[in-house]
């Protein structure tokens, strides 16, 4: 689905498909000279992760292991509280594995500093993030992420994986969906 067909429901297109298209091919070359001669486990959270997952693993001409994980973060509406339940756990021993853990944004961080000391404790021999989007709140807790395809400014995305009420996630590009479409 293309931005095009539902712009009354969106404001601004903030990434398109070929500015995601390049800036993966670009965070790929980084990670396989980075993980060169190391065994590498990419870890999608789902479900905002499952395009970027899709369209990156293919991206690295090297060999890698997947797998996925699942969680939720209770708070009010849209923001997270940082209290994470996993609803679906990784089927992989992550013992001496190098975890390259892809996201589709980094918000507030809650979600993935959870993630981070949840990993650290199962002894994986590295942990590191690949993030699609970053928002300036990202600062509020301190995320290391090593590779971030994009800083945007603090509003609703949607599209490329990115859900409203599990809709908008087949859009190609990302952009900012329209208040009245939530009010
Ligand atoms: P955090 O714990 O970093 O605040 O939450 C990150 C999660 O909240 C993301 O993985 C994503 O699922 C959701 N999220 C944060 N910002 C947005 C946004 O602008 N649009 C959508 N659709 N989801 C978001
Ligand atoms: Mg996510
Ligand atoms: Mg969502």
Not at 63 to 72: G, K, R
Not at 73 to 90: E, F, W
Not at 164 to 174: K, Q, T
Request: proline residues 2%; glycine residues 6%.
């Amino acid at each position: 689905m293309r931005a095009a067909e539902i712009a009354d429901q969106l404001t601004t297109v903030l990434v398109t498909e070929e500015e995601i298209r390049e800036k993966l091919d670009e965070l790929a070359r980084r990670v396989e000279s980075d993980y060169d001669g190391k065994e590498l486990l990419l870890v999608g959270v789902l479900k905002g992760a499952v395009m970027v997952m899709a369209d990156f693993a293919r991206a690295l001409n090297r060999p890698l292991e997947m797998d996925w994980m699942a969680v939720s973060s209770y708070g009010a509406g849209t923001k997270s509280s940082g209290v994470v339940q996993i609803r679906k756990d990784l089927d992989t021993d992550l013992t001496g594995k190098h975890v390259l853990i892809v996201e589709d944004i980094i918000d507030s961080g809650l979600t993935l500093s959870w993630l981070l000391e949840n990993f650290a404790s199962r002894g994986a021999a590295s942990i590191e993030i690949l993030a699609l989007l970053r928002k300036p709140e990202a600062a509020k807790v301190h995320i290391d992420s090593k590779y971030v395809g994009f800083d945007i400014p603090t509003e609703f995305v949607v599209g490329y994986g990115l859900d409203y009420n599990e809709r908008y996630r087949n859009l190609r590009d990302v952009a900012v969906l329209a208040p009245h479409v939530y009010s």
